[in-house]
């Protein structure tokens, strides 16, 4: 079994920054792809970013060129570097992570989501 923690959320005003930070842990043989994605209150969930065990990267347009994605593979964790934040940014962050165990079972997992919130 394979668990996600995120943590890194809080409250910051208009134009700052925060860290969200993603462990993963359990049965872990690799991990693909990890993400980052958001859900705002009412609305749907989406896709903040993605990062592959290589390193390439994906964004949202919405969070390009604010945002950086980063992972640590020996540690199995992942980063969510969020600068220049916005009002429109405030919902529950998640963390996602797709791979084998070491008995070459597939796991495509979240964690438990940390808030975010934007405001003056």
């Known amino acids: 079994q394979v668990q996600l923690v995120e943590s890194g959320g809080g409250l910051v005003q208009p134009g700052g920054s925060l860290r969200l930070s993603c462990v993963a842990s359990g049965s872990i043989f690799e991990i693909n792809v990890m993400g980052w994605y958001r859900q705002a209150t009412k609305k749907e969930r989406e896709l903040v970013a993605t990062i592959t065990g290589g390193g390439f990267t994906n964004y949202a347009d919405s969070v390009k060129g604010r945002f950086t994605i980063s992972r640590e593979n020996t540690k199995n964790t992942m980063y969510l570097q969020m600068n220049v934040l916005k009002p429109e940014d405030t919902a529950v962050y998640y963390c996602?992570?797709?791979?084998?165990?070491?008995?070459?079972?597939?796991?495509?997992?979240w964690g438990q989501g940390t808030q975010v919130t934007v405001s003056s």
């Open positions: 996602n992570a797709a791979g084998r165990t070491p008995a070459w079972r597939t796991f495509d997992v």
